[in-house]
Structures are given as C-alpha cells and as structure tokens.
C-alpha cells in the first residue's frame, strides 16, 4: 500500500456541515468571509474545479498557494453567485 499525503497550505476560513460543501462557520475576516461568503452557502466550483465533494476541494486547495486570487462560486438561496477569493496563509 502507497498512502498519499495531501498538503493543503492555503486557507479560506470555513467549516462544513460534515463531508458536504455546505458552509456552517464563516470566520470573520478570513479570506472566503472577506469576499462575502457566509453560512448556509455551497460551494459548487474553485478556480477551473468543480466541486462535487469535501475531497474535491480539498485537492483543488492543494493545488493552490497564498496569494492566489481565484474565483468561488457557490449556491445561496438556490442563486449561483461568484466572489473571487485571495487565498491566505493557513493561521498557525
């Protein structure tokens, strides 16, 4: 078995209802909060990713480094609406 480790050095400031991409905390000031997105939203799309699952975007964050402005398209209120995003440094 060969295990893969996933280094995700980015942060958006959100936490997730379990395994979904719906938005339960938004964490003030933090770049996904910042750009205007809030609780109850679902992520459908980062940059050129769909998002269809947790783990998709957390490949698609991996992919990605502070500083980088991407576009986040996510569902509110069954509207798709799009905010681009500066990715910062995860807090330590």
Request: hydrophobic share 45%; net charge negative; aromatic share 4%.
């Amino acid at each position: 078995l060969q295990a893969t480790v996933l280094v995700i050095d980015v942060w958006l400031g959100l936490r997730f209802e379990n395994d979904t991409l719906q938005v339960v905390e938004a964490q003030p000031d933090a770049p996904a909060s910042a750009s205007g997105v809030t609780v109850g939203d679902v992520l459908t799309r980062i940059g050129n990713s769909p998002l269809s699952s947790i783990d998709d975007l957390w490949l698609a964050l991996a992919q990605l480094k502070a500083g980088d402005m991407v576009p986040l398209e996510f569902l509110r209120n069954g509207t798709l609406q799009t905010v681009d995003v500066t990715l910062t440094s995860r807090p330590s």
